[in-house]
Structures are given as structure tokens and as C-alpha cells.
């Protein structure tokens, strides 16, 4: 039986009896990035070919948290979510020279039974500065923003990256609209925050460094969110007391003192990008002529600005980084469940028949339970528990029972303690 919360929509809690996924010992031979090969040795995710991934159930939990973290966020700063489509039209994209494969060189394209050409978005820029030509007409539309979480297309050279590269990929993407440098730089720096907060809700606040990157030909630099892991294709330079960072891309006298930083004081790290924010400038709103009207009735270019985050890419980078030799280890706030709650059954069925109660009432309670009802060794249950990752395993056994105690144990630091049944029941 499953516990369904329709406010929540999803099963609050799980029979581990229910859940059609195994664990496995081996990661498939060709799988060489530690995220993909834990995530799918504990059932997290399945590998259809290199840089395509499927997500199963525990898998789909965590990613779904990511993007609800990220959405509260954006969704604070004002960001209105929309949902555009993924197919796009060869026509919209010529016009700022980027259908051509030359200047973008991992575009998917396909065509309509009448040859007519499609491209699969690898982002969103054009046809949402086509689509905001409907809306914004005078100064009085401006800012907005509007975001989305949808799949993105890109032809990676690469992809042995596991879920940090995906071919197909869940992107968070946010465009601002603001009618000069003034009002754009007030929201780009609302995103900024935003964004800090965000990657501290999703554990990996403390490894992540807003880093200087190349700008394009629209503002001196543009601000990546790098974290730090031997996992990561970038390289970046660490300032640890002002806690940023420079690309390597970047890096020359010039951005040294623009930052007010010395050479010496900086630390070659490797690093994921798993965030971004832009500024555009009028570089879409002139191609396509998205103006408004200003207060003297002066029509104007809008000022504009992307921002990126990959939620797949953020839940292999918290594999990469906390897991460890045993499995994977998740932080509270995007674990697929918050206890993975383990009966060790004696053969009366005492601790089966008080295991079952325990589950429902922590259930009633709106904690997030995976309960193992296996029948299977206590060995096989610790195991899998390591493996997948949950933060608190809660172990109830003939022995705990007698004393009316639940053993906790920590995934993360291996503490373990004995805790009164009463007291968790609170
Ligand atoms: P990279 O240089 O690592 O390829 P990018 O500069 O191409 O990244 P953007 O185009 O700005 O990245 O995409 C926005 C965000 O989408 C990135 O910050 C990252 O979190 C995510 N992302 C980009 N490419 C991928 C991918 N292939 N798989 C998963 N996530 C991705
Ligand atoms: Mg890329």
C-alpha cells in the first residue's frame, strides 16, 4: 500500500515490497562517471545509451524537489512559468545566424513530412522574445520575467559525464524583460541571490562559487555557478575569502583588477557549471524588433537576460560530490525520502506486525517513509540502504523492540543512535 497526498501529489511514503526497481551490484561496464554508476546501481536511473537517461521512481523524487527548490525561488523573485515547445522554427532561429550548424554545433534537427525543417531547442532565447512581441508594448509591461522547466536537446560531442551531460536534459530557464541597463541590472542581481539561495536549499551552497566568465559582446562578464568537483570539465580559479571564483577562460590581468583580487590568492580548482546568468542587452529584442514604448512614446529596444540551471545536472553533482564507497548520500531537502525505515522481522511476526503500525503512523505524521518489508537478510537491507542514500535508515528489530527503541543511523556522519518509539511519535 502507498500513502497518496493529493495536496502534495505524489505517495508521501513506500513499501519497499512495492517498488518495481532493484539495486545492483555492477554498473554497467561502459558507464565510466561515478554519478551515472551509483545512481543507477541503486535504481535512481537507467542508461539507454551514452548521454541518454531515464528516470525511475526514486530518481524522478529527487529531481522533482530540485525543481520545486529552484521553482519557490524563482517564483519569489517574480518569474512567471510558462511552458514553451521544444520544436523550433528553422525561420526564427535564421534570423540571429543560429540555425546554422557552423556557428551552433550541437543542434538536433528533424523535419515535417513536407521536408519542412524543425530544430529541437537546446534553449530558448528566440522564440520567447518572438512570443513577447504579443505582450509587451509600453513601459508599462516592464520588467517581467517569465521561466520554464523543459527538456533540452543538444548534440554533445562528449558524454561520459553521466547525468551532468545529458543529450536530453531538464533545463530551469528564466528570461528577463526591462526597459534599460538600470532596471536589468537590478533584476540580474535579484537572480543572483536567488540563485545563492537555491544552490544552499540544495546542499551544495558551500562548493559553489559564483564564478566570472566570459560575457559575450553584451557586458564584460557573465556569472557561471560553479561547484567544485574532480567530476567537472571547467577550470576555475578560487578566491576562498571572498568566496568566487574565475574562469580559467578569463583569466588575465584585466579581471584581476576589475575584481580587486591578486593572483596568489587564488586556487586551481576543477568545477561543474550548474547554474548561469547572462545579460543579453538588446541583442534578441533588435534582432527581432521586440520594443515598447517609453514614457514620452519613444520606442526602445528591451533589455534582456537568461539564466540557466540544470536540475539533472545538480542531482549528479550532489551524487559525485556526497557519495562515497558504499552509495549515494542525499541531503534532507532533495532526498527521495526522509527515512528509509528497515524491519528486521523475527519469524513470529511480532516486529512485522509493529513495524506495519510504525510505517502508517510516521505516514499519517507527513514523514516521507521508504519502509524495507523485504524478506530478506538484515545484510541485503543495510546494503541497499547505504546505496541508495536516504539520510536517516531507522531500524526496528526483536532487539530494539523489546527495549521499545528505534536505532537511527546517520548516513552521513555514521552516527547511531537509540531513540525511545514514544519520543519519534511526537
Ligand atoms: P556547459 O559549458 O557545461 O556545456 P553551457 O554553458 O552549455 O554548459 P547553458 O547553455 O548556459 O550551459 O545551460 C544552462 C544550464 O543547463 C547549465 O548551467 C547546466 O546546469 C545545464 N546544462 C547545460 N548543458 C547540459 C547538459 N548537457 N546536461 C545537463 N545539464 C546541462
Ligand atoms: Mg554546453
Not at 536537446?153 to 545529458?166: H, M, P, Q, T, V
Not at 544552499?200 to 567544485?228: C, M, N, P
Request: glycine letters at 8%; hydrophobic letters at 40%; a neutral charge.
Amino acid at each position: 500500500m502507498m500513502a497518496y497526498d493529493l495536496d502534495l501529489g505524489y505517495h508521501i511514503s513506500m513499501r519497499q515490497t512495492s517498488l518495481f526497481t532493484r539495486t545492483r551490484h555492477e554498473a554497467p561496464k561502459d558507464e565510466v562517471s561515478k554519478n551515472a554508476r551509483l545512481l543507477i546501481r541503486a535504481g535512481y536511473i537507467h542508461k539507454e545509451m551514452a548521454g541518454v537517461y531515464s528516470y525511475l521512481p526514486l530518481g524522478l523524487r529527487v529531481l522533482n524537489k530540485i525543481v520545486e527548490i529552484i521553482r519557490e525561488e524563482i517564483n519569489a523573485i517574480g518569474g512567471q512559468e510558462i511552458q514553451l515547445t521544444a520544436f523550433q522554427d528553422k525561420k526564427i532561429w535564421e534570423t540571429t545566424g543560429r540555425w546554422s550548424d557552423e556557428v551552433v554545433d550541437n543542434w538536433f534537427k528533424t523535419k515535417l513530412k513536407n521536408g519542412t525543417e524543425l530544430g529541437l531547442g537546446f534553449t530558448h532565447e528566440e522564440p520567447l522574445t518572438v512570443l513577447m512581441k504579443d505582450h509587451i508594448r509600453s513601459f508599462r509591461d516592464l520588467p517581467t520575467s517569465a521561466y520554464q522547466f523543459q527538456t533540452k536537446f543538444r548534440n554533445e560531442a562528449r558524454a561520459k559525464s553521466g547525468i551532468l551531460r545529458g543529450r536530453e536534459f531538464l533545463m530551469k530557464d528564466l528570461y528577463s524583460f526591462s526597459r534599460d541597463d538600470k532596471e536589468h541590472l537590478e533584476f540580474y542581481d535579484k537572480a543572483k541571490q536567488a540563485y545563492r539561495r537555491i544552490f544552499d536549499r540544495l546542499g551544495i551552497g558551500g562548493e559553489t562559487y559564483v564564478t566570472f566568465a566570459s560575457g559575450g559582446s553584451f557586458s564584460k562578464y557573465s556569472h557561471e555557478f560553479q561547484t567544485v568537483t574532480d567530476a567537472g570539465g571547467d577550470i576555475i580559479f578560487v578566491h576562498e575569502a571572498k568566496k568566487i571564483a574565475v574562469n580559467k577562460e578569463v583569466l588575465n590581468d584585466e579581471v584581476l583588477k576589475d575584481l580587486g583580487i591578486q593572483r596568489s590568492d587564488l586556487v586551481k580548482k576543477k568545477a561543474v557549471e550548474v547554474g548561469n546568468i547572462f545579460s543579453l542587452g538588446a541583442r534578441f529584442s533588435d534582432a527581432f524588433g521586440l520594443t515598447y514604448a517609453d514614457e514620452k512614446g519613444a520606442m526602445k529596444p528591451v533589455v534582456m537576460g537568461s539564466y540557466g540551471i540544470g536540475p539533472g545536472r545538480v542531482m549528479g553533482t550532489i551524487a559525485e560530490i556526497y557519495g562515497d564507497e558504499k552509495g549515494l548520500i542525499w541531503p534532507d531537502t532533495v532526498a527521495p525520502f526522509a527515512i528509509h525505515f528497515i524491519g528486521l522481522f523475527d519469524p513470529i511476526g511480532n516486529v512485522k506486525k509493529s513495524a506495519d503500525g510504525l510505517y502508517e503512523q510516521l505516514t499519517e505524521r507527513g514523514i516521507e517513509v521508504l519502509y524495507d518489508d523485504r524478506e530478506i537478510s538484515a545484510g541485503e537491507k543495510f546494503s541497499d540502504a547505504d546505496l541508495i542514500g536516504i539520510p536517516k535508515r531507522v531500524v526496528l528489530s526483536e532487539k530494539t523492540l523489546a527495549e521499545d527503541c528505534l536505532e537511527i543511523k546517520d548516513r552521513l556522519t555514521g552516527k547511531v543512535e537509540m531513540r525511545k518509539i514514544s519520543e519519534i511519535l511526537i
